[in-house]
């Protein structure tokens, strides 16, 4: 990737807001591991390990993550009663089953998203 000098790089990363009690949050987070996301203290200091400057960033509080979240439910919702026959249907209908309790169990209280802005030292 090439930056012209004193060019911005936005990047979006996922962060353990609190660590994982157990390998089931670990996994229902899109991990395989706890390792796979570091703590906010530990990917800040991972981007100034690797020689950036964080300039200013950007964090999804509960309501907007809650909202980014949830907006995907209903249009699952209103796939599956226009297509009940279809071969995805099973595979749909059981992510819709899923997906609310893992995310309230699961995502919301232990993993953060932010938007960092980063400039090369």
């Known amino acids: ?3 012209r000098p004193g060019g911005t790089v936005l990047v979006g990363e996922p962060f353990w807001r609190v660590d994982p009690p157990d390998q089931e949050t ?3 987070c899109s991990a395989t591991s706890r390792d796979d996301y570091a703590d906010l203290p530990g990917l800040v200091g991972l981007f100034g390990r690797h020689g950036w400057d964080v300039i200013e960033m950007v964090l999804a509080d509960e ?4 909202r980014y979240v949830a907006a995907q439910w209903a249009p699952t919702r209103t796939w599956l009663d226009a297509h009940p026959g279809d071969e995805l249907a099973g595979a749909m209908r059981a992510e819709l089953d899923e997906a609310p309790l893992r995310y309230v169990r699961h995502l919301r ?3 953060g998203w932010g938007v960092f802005a980063l400039r090369r030292r």
């Open 26 to 28: 670990v996994e229902d």
């Open 1 to 3: 990737m090439e930056l």
């Open 109 to 111: 209280p232990h993993l």
């Open 63 to 66: 309501d907007s993550r809650d």
